[in-house]
């Protein structure tokens, strides 16, 4: 595929539920993004790795958050425990790495999970 | 305590005009900024960005122009075609970390 895909493009559970969501990068592109975007704001930061490992992690929210990518190329967010608060639109995007300089990220089209 | 502000919910210009789009920012070590573009139930996508270093870059019908002074920059779209109708995001590189505003929606009006 051409662009970053992400897989449910719905997610609905119950409070308590552990969620996974799926994020397929542009193939090459070593970075990749995941943020979190409720309803009337920009996306926020959660997490960014570099090839395997996840260079920055400080935006996670709590230890209920984690992210994986264990062959460089597709990552799994997991979300344990899920409360109400968790329901937003998770985005995950890609950039291949230069020196120097952000990169243009590009975005897949999201996961809109729920939490009821 | 939000460190890139996108002050206008909305933003309604005829179709043909000008269309101006505004962001301000805090943090002075910001070294790069970027604009994106979000239609409904679709990811971002990356329009123009910005060094710091920079007062203006243009590409095509778009420019983006920075007052480190003022931390601020806007978005010049000229001219406003229907196809632009949409939500824009002005967005801060802080160590790889994109820092985002709210978003502005702009409506081009046939």
């Not at chain 2, 000008?18 to 996508?45: H, R, V």
Request: aromatic share 12%; with cysteine; hydrophobic share 30%.
């Amino acid at each position: 595929g051409a662009g970053v895909s992400q897989t449910p493009s719905n997610k609905v559970t119950e409070k308590g539920k552990y969620v996974e969501l799926r994020c397929d990068p542009i193939s090459g592109h070593t970075a990749l993004y995941w943020y979190r975007q409720s309803l009337g704001q920009g996306p926020e930061f959660l997490i960014y790795f570099q090839g395997t490992g996840a260079a920055d992690d400080s935006g996670l929210p709590n230890d209920r958050f984690f992210a994986v990518r264990p062959e460089g190329s597709v990552s799994t967010l997991k979300i344990q425990r899920t409360e109400r608060g968790d329901s937003a639109v998770y985005l995950c995007a890609s950039s291949s790495s230069l020196a120097g300089g952000p990169h243009e990220q590009f975005f897949g089209p999201g996961t809109r999970l729920t939490v009821l | 305590d939000q460190q890139v502000k996108q002050n206008s919910p909305s933003l309604s210009v005829q179709e043909g005009r000008i269309s101006i789009l505004n962001c301000d920012y805090t943090n002075s070590m910001f070294d790069y900024f970027l604009w994106y573009k979000k239609y409904p139930a679709e990811g971002p996508t990356f329009l123009i960005s910005i060094s710091s270093i920079k007062d203006k870059n243009e590409d095509g019908r778009f420019t983006v122009f920075l007052n480190k002074s003022a931390k601020h920059l806007s978005l010049h779209i000229v001219p406003s075609q229907p196809g632009d109708s949409a939500v824009y995001f002005c967005a801060a590189n802080s160590n790889y970390q994109l820092i985002w505003g709210a978003g502005t929606k702009l409506i081009i009006k046939p």
